[in-house]
């Protein structure tokens, strides 16, 4: 990891050093230096944990928790790891609480369905917001569907925020479980997750919040948000697809049953009767994604050292810089502009399809995501079809913003 | 002019762009150029849904000749639209069922077409040829 290191004398982060971590942002695009504007939909990975990931399969690779063999236990030893890394990133009191899972929207499943199951009966409430991803919402959903209990939606304001008053009033002895994003996908609204959490503990109502945008971003602090269930996805913060992290308080995931059945989760299976295994196995059937596991344990560390403080402050430069220069734009509305935000820019272009401009983009180069970002509910309520969404990463620069600017610009002057 | 016949010429005119701008210019402008479907084929039995954008299609035949008219909500798909049109409407059914378009590769526009695009365009020129199909 020697070039994310931080300049002795100034103690400031080099982030053009770090920029050449990624391999992949030396490739082009149609021709054009890539401009890797995504980063909300999946991070680029570091020449870091692709290491990781390949000295893993070439020289610790055998099944985990398994033999007795000496390379069995070191691929144990490697697997285990990575969890004491991940609990001591989101200061997890234990390393039990932490589950490995395939992403974000496995872990929101796992709860829906094993939580939900249990505690939800008919006329009960699950309270969520608008600016939910699907995979925040159909989960929930379908375990409603099937208990005869009912999805509560709190509404936002013009700006993208959460109306507080009326998820005050949408939180009700009915509700049995409240899930909320930390940050909005598609605006980058910074959810007010602590005074949520607050209002619902007062309830004795858990809270289950999705932290696939905000793991990259901020610092998570589990205890002290004192937060019920947290997820999200390795993909998203720099690891490698395939693999993410449920943390649950152990109280709540002992008493819940067991989300899929098959090896590792029992302790003993006999034909008439199963008993399971204690946490976090019984919540990890089958052969798990070790190398993912590896890598993701590779991306903790590298994040670290980085430091949250200025992967933050970098980003925060960019979103700032990036908002300024395309408010000029003639035409060019954003969608989303709360106070609190993360490096996140919807916007749209007056008389343009958001594919239009986001396929102009591609031609120079540039990659956005472009439609309703798996939200269709928010872009409802804003009565768009989709938007253009630019997203920064701590590996973007200045020169990228500007690329895009220039980009949009010219989008406006071909459409238009 | 037969499909083919439409399909060669296209392939003549866009040679002569030098570059994707001009390319994308032009296909905007077409898009921009596209007549009308009548309003109120715009409707949900009409409505070919892609993640991206929308296109709405309309068939109608004439002793075993098949009218298009589309639309869409972005202008480059329209664009695309109003190409295909203008090869394949007005063509005898039969045709259309077994056409091959080989032009949308030819002329560089394959990654619109891509079914990853999710622009509803793959599904429409399926759409199209299954009106040829039925109508045959």
């Known amino acids: 990891m020697a070039t994310a290191t931080k300049n002795k004398r ?7 050093k770090i920029r050449k971590d990624f391999p992949l942002l030396k490739r082009e695009m149609n021709g054009k230096p890539i401009v890797f504007l995504d980063s909300a939909a999946s991070s680029q990975k570091p020449n870091y944990v692709l290491r990781a990931m390949d000295q893993y399969y070439k020289k610790l690779h055998a099944n985990v928790h398994r033999g007795v063999y000496q390379l069995s236990q070191e691929a144990t030893d490697a697997f285990e790891k990575s969890r004491r890394l991940v609990k001591e990133f989101i200061n997890a009191p234990s390393e039990k609480e932490c589950i490995f899972v395939r992403g974000t929207t496995e872990g929101i499943n796992l709860v829906a369905s094993s939580y939900g199951r249990k505690n939800l009966q008919a006329g009960d409430e699950v309270l969520i917001s608008t600016m939910e991803h699907h995979s925040n919402i159909v989960p929930w959903q379908m375990v409603c569907e099937e208990k005869g209990a009912h999805l509560k939606v709190v509404p936002i304001n013009e700006d ?18 409240v899930s909320i994003n930390h940050i909005s996908n598609a605006l980058g609204t910074i959810n007010p997750i602590r005074e949520v959490i607050a ?17 990259p971003h901020l610092k998570v602090d589990v205890q002290e948000l004192d937060v019920d269930f947290y997820t999200f996805s390795g993909h998203k913060m720099c690891g490698p697809t395939g693999i993410g992290i449920l943390y649950g308080k ?28 204690t ?28 430091g949250h403080e200025a992967i933050a402050q970098h980003e925060h430069d960019l979103l700032k810089y990036g908002t300024a220069e395309l408010k000029k734009i003639d035409g060019l509305r954003i969608v989303g502009e709360a106070k609190e935000k993360a490096s996140v820019i919807s916007f749209l272009l007056e008389g343009s399809h958001p594919y239009d401009v986001g396929t102009i983009l591609d031609k120079l180069g540039i990659a956005v995501r472009t439609g309703h970002h798996c939200t ?36 406006a002057r071909m459409l238009g | 002019m037969t499909i083919n016949e439409i399909q060669d010429e296209i392939i003549e005119e866009f040679a002569f762009f030098d570059d994707w701008m001009e390319k994308y210019e032009y296909i905007i402008d077409l898009g921009k150029s596209l007549p009308l479907i009548d309003p109120k084929y715009k409707d949900e039995a009409h409505l070919i849904k892609g993640c991206q954008s929308q296109v709405w299609l309309h068939a109608a035949n004439e002793e075993k000749q098949v009218d298009f008219t589309a639309d869409s909500d972005a202008i480059i798909t329209k664009g695309i639209i109003a190409l295909l049109v203008r090869v394949l409407s007005g063509q005898p059914a039969e045709a259309v069922a077994h056409s091959d378009l080989y032009f949308i590769d030819k002329i560089g526009l394959k990654e619109h077409l891509s079914p990853t695009r999710s622009n509803g365009l793959v599904s429409m020129v399926k759409q199209m040829k299954m009106y040829g199909v039925a109508l045959a």
Do not use: C, W
């Open chain 1, 10 to 16: 100034t103690n400031k982060v080099d982030f053009d």
């Open chain 1, 160 to 177: 993208g925020e959460m109306i507080m008053s009326e998820f005050d009033k949408l939180l009700t002895d009915k509700t049995k479980i």
């Open chain 1, 199 to 215: 209002k619902a503990h007062a309830k004795g109502i858990p809270v289950m919040i999705d932290g696939a945008q905000a793991i």
């Open chain 1, 250 to 277: 152990a109280a709540l995931l002992n008493a819940m049953p067991p989300y899929h059945g098959g090896g590792e989760m029992i302790e003993t299976v006999t034909f008439e009767k199963t008993t399971y295994n």
């Open chain 1, 279 to 306: 946490l976090p196995h019984k919540f990890e059937a089958g052969t798990p994604d070790i190398a993912g596991v590896v890598g993701l344990g590779a991306a903790v560390e590298y994040m670290q050292k980085i």
């Open chain 1, 376 to 411: 269709q509910p928010l872009m409802a309520r804003f009565g768009i079809p989709g938007t253009v969404r630019a997203s920064f990463a701590f590996y973007n620069n200045k020169e990228d913003v500007d690329k895009l600017v220039e980009g949009v610009k010219r989008a």
